[in-house]
């Protein structure tokens, strides 16, 4: 018998409106939070890819509500296989390390084990056939983590020099981008 979200989240569709107003009942609703993750962590539910939509929108307002879910979430990453899925994720994991990074007042603490998660499916994402967006948010967040991880920018600078030629006009933007700060 399917639940409440699952139900929900079969009217899902890839219209932002669409994905907002789902996003906001979540918020509306945080019993529905655990759930939520449990679904974008399994590939073969119908619905893995529409939550992790869902997900990346709820962490734009509520990136705390992760903090007791970070073992998890930071275990699991590499479970997921459908691009769908993927692009939102790298940007929750984008969210994720800036926050940790901020050390503000209620800011995100990853364990060193969850970073280095992080930073190894990052450069996965860099390194494999993904779309554009999933390797933007990957050289991103490789960035800010090579800030506090010395070896972190010489590798990345390898990476984004070699590939260059290879990919889109967004993809040497942000390269661009990034290796200008890197220098």
Partial sequence: MSSELQRKLDYVNAYRENRLKAAQEILENKDLFDEL???????????????CWILEFVAYEELLWLQPHLDFFCSNI????????????????????????????????????????????????????????????????????????????????????????????AYKAVAKEVLKKIK
């Fill in 37 to 51: 993750i449990a679904i974008c962590f399994s590939p073969s539910d119908k619905n893995n890819h529409k939550a």
């Fill in 78 to 169: 590499k479970i997921l296989k459908d691009e769908s899925a993927i692009r939102p994720i790298a940007k929750v994991v984008q969210l994720l390390v800036k926050s940790h990074y901020q050390k503000a007042e209620n800011s995100i603490l990853l364990s060193e084990e969850n970073l280095q998660e992080l930073i190894e499916i990052s450069f996965d994402w860099l390194i494999t056939d993904v779309k554009v967006a999933t390797k933007a948010y990957s050289i991103r967040t490789l960035y800010l983590l090579g800030n506090h991880y010395d070896w972190i920018h010489p590798e990345l600078k390898i990476i984004l020099e070699k590939d260059f030629g290879d990919h889109s006009a």
